[in-house]
């Protein structure tokens, strides 16, 4: 049986941004993320966003050296099993108060053609955090967002 073409929904497709953090559904995300740059014959460009908050300032530097380390390990098994995959992947990491901001600002600056992220994020709090972040994301992006059901 031929495997089936399938052409590209998305008008360019050649750059994809795909928004992860780590929680339980960043699997789900990467493969949508996968499947879409497979027919769209894409680069892929994995962000993570690690929060910062000003009122933690006095412990900030430690935290944010753990955080950064954790987030870049998150990212190099994303990049590997994007790779393994025969599609191109570069990995971003960005620390902000508002998540959703350097989402969009990397979209714009690499003229990317498709975000893909969550509906949530990690448990608790993040997983609210993570649903208004994609809403601001779809608001303020410079192209279509895949919003995936998680």
């Not at 894409?42 to 753990?66: G, M, N, R």
């Not at 995959?85 to 508002?98: A, F, G, H, L, M």
């Amino acid at each position: 049986m031929e495997q089936e073409e399938f052409a590209c929904p998305i008008t360019k497709g050649e750059k994809i941004l795909v928004a992860v953090d780590g929680s339980e559904y960043t699997d789900i995300i990467v493969d949508q993320a996968i499947s879409m740059g497979r027919i769209c014959n894409s680069t892929i460009f994995a962000i993570s966003v690690i929060p910062f908050f000003p009122e933690y300032e006095s412990f900030a530097a430690q935290l944010e050296e753990e955080l950064s380390k954790n987030t870049r390990k998150i990212l190099e098994k994303v990049k590997n099993r994007i790779e393994k995959e025969n599609i191109e992947c570069e990995t971003v990491v960005r620390i902000d108060e508002q998540p959703h901001e350097p989402i969009v600002q990397e979209a714009k600056e690499r003229n990317v053609d498709l975000i893909i992220m969550g509906t949530r994020g990690r448990t608790g709090l993040k997983r609210v955090l993570m649903g208004s972040v994609a809403q601001k994301v779809i608001g303020h992006a410079p192209c279509p967002v895949m919003v995936v059901p998680v």
